[in-house]
């Protein structure tokens, strides 16, 4: 094996150590919530509380299950299609944790794509949408990896992603604004530089 070679395989290995993630330490969480249930002056072996640490662990696990699956592998598996138009996939629900306070936001998720030569399966953006939302995020940086996602798996034309959710951490703490909503939004390729394509992209969400 020459130096080159030696030194490429180093480098992919580094690589993937750096992208695995351990699995989930439950015991690790449950204790930390005990700690927290104590700090807050409760009693965690009461009977309403006695499994309560065990629960939340599980329930970290499944609210974060998008940390160790790659998303990009959804979009591998793709057909080859003439079709030119826009696909339009709307209404996708989601439930996300926000990273600043660990409180969910959930809404719905739009993404529209145009295609160049091959399209995918529909249930492939869903559940692409689905593997970012169940991480510790933001919803403008679930918006801009959604949309630059699509792009580049897809090699798409254009792509269009709206996210309008509901944020707990504003709705029952600090402001507590119950009806607020963010919309964010990612234009990518020809529905960043055609006003005509974006505003169709609009108008078909806003379309029952």
Do not use: W
């Amino acid at each position: 094996m020459n130096n080159e070679t030696h030194s490429n395989s180093v480098s992919r290995k580094k690589k993937q150590e750096r992208g695995a993630r351990a699995p989930v330490d439950l015991p690790r969480i449950a204790a930390a919530v005990r700690e927290i249930l104590l700090s807050i002056g409760e009693d965690p072996d009461r009977e309403g509380l006695s499994e309560t640490p065990e629960r939340v662990a599980r329930m970290y696990q499944e609210m974060f299950a998008g940390l160790r699956t790659d998303a990009t592998v959804v979009l591998r598996k793709t057909f080859t299609e003439k079709y030119d138009e826009m696909v339009l996939v709307k209404n996708i629900g989601f439930e996300s944790m926000c990273e600043h306070h660990l409180l969910p936001f959930f809404g719905k998720a739009h993404v529209a794509y145009l295609p160049n030569g091959k399209i995918v399966g529909l249930s492939k953006l869903a559940r692409v949408v689905e593997i970012l939302s169940r991480r510790p995020q933001v919803q403008e940086r679930m918006t801009e990896e959604l949309a630059d996602l699509v792009m580049r798996e897809l090699d798409a034309r254009g792509v269009g992603v709206v996210i309008e959710a509901s944020h707990t951490c504003m709705s029952i703490r600090g402001i507590r604004k119950a009806d607020s909503k963010c919309t964010t939004s990612a234009m990518r390729g020809v529905f960043q530089t055609h006003p005509a394509t974006r505003s169709e992209f609009m108008a078909l969400i806003q379309a029952q």
